[in-house]
């Protein structure tokens, strides 16, 4: 079924294939099913919550206002914005000394606190070992500069943009990721960028599991110009996203983002859900999905790469989303995803609002681990 909301315009035909095969198989009630009070409520109550966020967007208070413009400048303001910095602390305990083992120790320590893992740590104090032995760093400034380098090293590489193939229609985006990353705020960040592109966008409602998605996943596409396709809650995923991509090809649309449910990365049975979904999509278009983008909240840590690592293992992801960086998160996650599978690092999340939502930087986000939200502007 074609939902529409405002932006939407007409339902769009299916062609007999939508309707026959083991994705389409759903009964003649699939169309009539209503929902129950719980999930009424639950809806309501998130959409409401959507749209408070966007009147928040808005309305931003007098603090908000005077934070740093410009995507980058608000990364390195929120990013570990605690007092503390392991350029604040080398620092202090350098004061009147030169580098030497200590020293070194006391930076494994905070690199390791920082989540940057155990095997990236070791390689970078590998490296830095051979530096100090040969007198290179001698100074608190110089190891502080050779650490910023050494994780840019880590990190450029996996800096590259999503790049649209603009001859498909649709370019199909699968987004995946467990429950709470920020999964659709992302696909509805992600729709507003490629809007404001000029690109003309399409959301597929295939989380059918969780009562408010859809629903969420609708303000999303109301907000933000892009046309929606949904069936009931609780319908099959593939047959949802079959359908939509069906839809999206009939009105030539550039790019077709398609939600996915949240799961667990170790639940075989959730992970071979979305292996079917991908299956489906290439029952219509062989070289879909053209990105598989994974979500992944910093704040989960050592978590997250495990996610990764398995998201990764199932489905053959192509991008990375690092969301809520501007909350307790420590950052090095990063390091050590980039690290442990170097894909791509398309977008990192700041904040709630849609410009909170921009464009990973190696060399900028290197600077604003080190020094920490006091110092990284100097």
Known sequence: MM???RCAGPRAGRGEGARRGEVAERGEGAERGGRDEDISRSVAQSVIGVRAAACDNRCMSAEESHEPKGFLARL?????????SIARDLRGLLRGRKVDAAVLEELESRLLTADVGVEATQEILSDLNRRVARHELDDVEAL???????????????????????TLHPYVVLVVGVNGSGKTTSIG??????????????LAAGDTFRAAAIEQLAVWAERTGALFSSQRAGADPGAVIFDALQSARARHIDV????TAGRLHSQT??????????????????TAPHEVLLVLDANQGQNALAQA????????VTGLVLTKLDGTARGGIVVAIARALQLPIRFVGVGERAEDFGLFDARTFAAALVDGAADAST
């Open 76 to 84: 390195r303001a929120r990013l570990n914005r605690g007092g503390a």
């Open 3 to 5: 939902r529409s909301c």
């Open 309 to 316: 690592q398995q998201f990764h293992a199932a489905l053959g």
């Open 144 to 166: 502080l500069a050779a650490l910023r380098a050494r994780l840019v090293e880590l990190l450029a590489p996996c800096e590259r943009a999503l790049a649209v193939n603009r």
């Open 189 to 202: 960040k992600l729709a507003q960028r490629l809007r404001a592109d000029g690109l003309t966008v399409m």
């Open 269 to 286: 049975h959730l992970m071979d859900e979305l292996k079917k979904v991908k299956r489906v999509l290439q029952r219509v278009e062989p």
């Open 256 to 259: 077709l983002i398609a939600d």
